[in-house]
C-alpha cells in the first residue's frame, strides 16, 4: 500500500477532464494537479519548447513525492514523452494508448476521425496507434488549435465556439466518420458545440475514462492502492488562481480549494 499522491499535469485546464474520472475510478487516492495556464497551449509549441516545459512540470511533481505520473496532455504524450520517459524514476501513465482502443471499440464502419492540436496531428502518434491495432481502419486527421484557447476563455457553447468548430470540422464531416476522437483533454468540454457540428449519430471518444481505467490496472498491477480512506486533492495552476477555481469548478462539478499558483521555470 502506498498513500503517496498521484501527480496528473496538463498544458491548463484540460486535464481536469481526467482528475474527473480519475476521482470516480480510484476515490481513495490523493491527488496533486499542475495547470500550466500560463504557457497554454502547448500544442502550438515547437518539439524543443514542449520537452523544455515538461521536463519543469514533471520535475515539479516529482519534488511533491508522487507515486505515480498521469500525463493528461496529449501534446506531452506525443512529443516529449517518448524523448523523456526514461528518465523519470515513478510509472507513468498518457493518453494516447487508451483513447486509440477505445476509438476501435466505438467505430462500425472503421472510419476515424482525430482532432488534435498541431503539435498531435503533426506527430501522427494517434494515427499510427489506431493503424497498429487495427490496419484495416480509415483514419483522418484534423489540428483545431483555437479549441485549447475556448477552453481556457469558458467558451464551451456559444455561437462563437460553434462557428469556429463549423470551420475545423467541415472536411472531417464529409468524410462520413462514424467516430471522433477527441485528442486533447481540452476539448471534451466542447463535447455538444462539436455535437451540434458532427450530430448525434458521430460516436465521441474521449480519453479520460479509459485512462481512468487504466490507472486503475497499473496501481493493482504495481500494488501501490492507496490504504486511505479519504482522498486529498491539490492543485497548482501557473497563472490566475481565481480563474481557475472558476473554471475548474464547472469541469469538476465541485468546489476547488487547495489552489496555489507556483512558477515552475523557477
Request: glycine share 6%; aromatic share 6%.
Amino acid at each position: 500500500m502506498d498513500d503517496r499522491p498521484i501527480g496528473v499535469f496538463d498544458s491548463g485546464l484540460g486535464g481536469l477532464t481526467v482528475v474527473k474520472e480519475i476521482m470516480k475510478v480510484l476515490p481513495n487516492e490523493s491527488l496533486i494537479y499542475f495547470g500550466d495556464n500560463g504557457r497554454t497551449p502547448y500544442g502550438t509549441k515547437s518539439k524543443e519548447t514542449v520537452i523544455k516545459y515538461t521536463k519543469q512540470d514533471v520535475a515539479f511533481l516529482l519534488s511533491k513525492d508522487v507515486k505515480m505520473l498521469v500525463v493528461a496532455c496529449n501534446t506531452v504524450s506525443a512529443l516529449a514523452l517518448p524523448e523523456i520517459r526514461d528518465s523519470i524514476k515513478v510509472p507513468v501513465l498518457e493518453v494516447i494508448g487508451p483513447g486509440a482502443r477505445s476509438a476501435l471499440r466505438k467505430t462500425k464502419k472503421g472510419r476515424i476521425g482525430i482532432i488534435a492540436t498541431p503539435g498531435t496531428i503533426a506527430s501522427g502518434v494517434y494515427s499510427r496507434a489506431i493503424l497498429r491495432m487495427n490496419p484495416d481502419v480509415r483514419v483522418f486527421s484534423k489540428a483545431c488549435p483555437l479549441f485549447v484557447n475556448l477552453v481556457e476563455e469558458g467558451w464551451w457553447n456559444n455561437e462563437i465556439a460553434r462557428m469556429i468548430a463549423e470551420e475545423y470540422l467541415k472536411d472531417i464531416k464529409k468524410e462520413k466518420v462514424d467516430t471522433l476522437v477527441l485528442g486533447c483533454t481540452h476539448y471534451p468540454l466542447l463535447s455538444e458545440t462539436i455535437r451540434k457540428v458532427m450530430g448525434d449519430e458521430v460516436a465521441q471518444v474521449s480519453s479520460a475514462e479509459e485512462l481512468a481505467l487504466a490507472l486503475k490496472a497499473l496501481i493493482d498491477e504495481k500494488q501501490l492502492g492507496a490504504a486511505q480512506k479519504t482522498a486529498c486533492y491539490t492543485y497548482y495552476t501557473s497563472d490566475s488562481v481565481e480563474k481557475f477555481k472558476e473554471l475548474g469548478k464547472l469541469i469538476l462539478s465541485a468546489n476547488i480549494e487547495n489552489v496555489e499558483r507556483v512558477d515552475v521555470e523557477n
